[in-house]
């Protein structure tokens, strides 16, 4: 987690300074619903951006740095998140649940032994037929930069017990590198 709070003393690559484009175009398709918690939320523009729309957010970062300039960014904007530091890998300490949670970029940060344990805290979240959407970095990224790849494989096999995957879509996902952003898979799973 040191490695996390680190990189938000400068501006980490995934810190694009914008919503991501598949998190605008899945609530432009109505996909979104209901109260909404970003798991691993960064510095908070795709929680802010929800949140601008008239979604009530919650946006959780283990990372205090990340968690501080999201907070001063809603401050600026005049945007309501409930920004709070606090683990993806213990969801159930928020004592709350959410009908949507949006993961962009923090799946595919966590081991082969945390991926069960994420899925449990993430169910915990959730309400019955909510939705979790996952932008991850896919396997078809050829670059050597970034974390480990996540193949449609591993996904179906995170949420094979509990979860309905509505689908796994080829996707991008931008970072200040250049223009053309990462290839990724967009994940809809929804919670039995
Ligand atoms: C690649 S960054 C993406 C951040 C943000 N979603 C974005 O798109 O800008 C992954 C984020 O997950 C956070 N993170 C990693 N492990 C975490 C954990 N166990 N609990 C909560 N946040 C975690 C990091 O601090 C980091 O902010």
Same mark, same amino acid.
């Given at each position: 987690?040191?490695?996390?709070?680190?990189?938000?003393?400068?501006?980490?690559?995934?810190?694009?300074?914008?919503?991501?484009?598949?998190?605008?175009?899945?609530?432009?398709?109505?996909?979104?619903?209901?109260?909404?918690?970003?798991?691993?939320?960064?510095?908070?523009?795709?929680?802010?951006?929800?949140?601008?729309?008239?979604?009530?957010?919650?946006?959780?970062?283990?990372?205090?740095?990340?968690?501080?300039?999201?907070?001063?960014?809603?401050?600026?904007?005049?945007?309501? $998140?409930?920004?709070?530091?606090?683990?993806?890998?213990?969801?159930?300490?928020?004592?709350?649940?959410?009908?949507?949670?949006?993961?962009?970029?923090?799946?595919? $940060?966590?081991?082969?032994?945390?991926?069960?344990?994420?899925?449990?805290?993430?169910?915990?979240?959730?309400?019955?037929?909510?939705?979790?959407?996952?932008?991850?970095?896919?396997?078809?990224?050829?670059?050597?930069?970034?974390?480990?790849?996540?193949?449609?494989?591993?996904?179906?096999?995170?949420?094979?017990?509990?979860?309905?995957?509505?689908?796994?879509?080829?996707?991008?996902?931008?970072?200040?590198?250049?223009?053309?952003?990462?290839?990724?898979?967009?994940?809809?799973?929804?919670?039995?």
């Amino acid at each position: 987690m040191n490695f996390f709070n680190s990189a938000y003393e400068g501006t980490p690559p995934w810190d694009i300074g914008r919503p991501q484009k598949e998190f605008i175009q899945l609530a432009e398709n109505g996909e979104i619903s209901g109260r909404v918690l970003d798991a691993g939320c960064g510095t908070g523009e795709n929680a802010l951006y929800l949140a601008h729309l008239g979604f009530e957010v919650w946006g959780i970062d283990a990372a205090p740095s990340a968690i501080k300039k999201a907070k001063e960014k809603a401050k600026e904007r005049g945007i309501t $998140v409930n920004f709070l530091v606090s683990g993806a890998l213990k969801l159930q300490l928020l004592q709350n649940k959410f009908d949507t949670v949006i993961d962009c970029g923090l799946f595919h $940060v966590f081991s082969d032994e945390e991926r069960p344990i994420f899925a449990a805290s993430l169910s915990s979240a959730l309400h019955p037929g909510g939705k979790y959407f996952m932008l991850c970095f896919s396997e078809h990224e050829p670059r050597s930069y970034g974390p480990r790849r996540v193949t449609q494989a591993k996904i179906w096999a995170a949420f094979s017990k509990g979860w309905k995957i509505n689908y796994i879509r080829e996707a991008v996902l931008e970072t200040t590198f250049g223009s053309e952003g990462v290839k990724a898979w967009l994940s809809s799973i929804s919670r039995l």
